[in-house]
Nanobody, 126 residues
Framework: DVQLQASGGGSVQAGGSLRLSCVGYGLTLDDFGIGWFRQAPGMEREWVSYIESRVISTSYADSAKGQFTISSDIDKNTVYLQMDSLRPEDTAVYYC???????????????????WGKGTLVTVSS
């Protein structure tokens, strides 16, 4: 049974940091492209960041550049999203997803992803 489990969300004040984790069960994350998305209240889900560990490739949405860092730990089968200098507008449910790296285009579209985790809530207060 394939599962992605996102965790690490919580409540922080503006300027704080959180590190989200995405653990794979039944799949090796290093074999996939892994994306982070988020969905703020009343908004559509949006792409945040992408990593393809095999080729050491990462990319970020403009809103995440310089603030978020995506990384992976192959031994732990985990992808991380380090989020610094958090702002109230970063409040959202954050999801990780896995995509076939041989068919993915840029990793920015939901339809490119095959497996999704349930999400973890990040709340940033001012």
């Amino acid at each position: 049974d394939v599962q992605l489990q996102a965790s690490g969300g919580g409540s922080v004040q503006a300027g704080g940091s959180l590190r989200l984790s995405c653990v794979g069960y039944g799949l090796t994350l290093d074999d996939f492209g892994i994306g982070w998305f988020r969905q703020a209240p009343g908004m559509e889900r949006e792409w945040v960041s992408y990593i393809e560990s095999r080729v050491i490739s990462t990319s970020y949405a403009d809103s995440a550049k310089g603030q978020f860092t995506i990384s992976s730990d192959i031994d732990k089968n985990t992808v991380y999203l380090q989020m610094d200098s958090l702002r109230p507008e970063d409040t959202a449910v954050y999801y990780c997803a896995a995509a076939n790296p041989w068919t993915i285009v840029a990793g920015q579209e939901e339809h490119e992803y095959e497996y999704w985790g349930k999400g973890t809530l990040v709340t940033v207060s001012s």
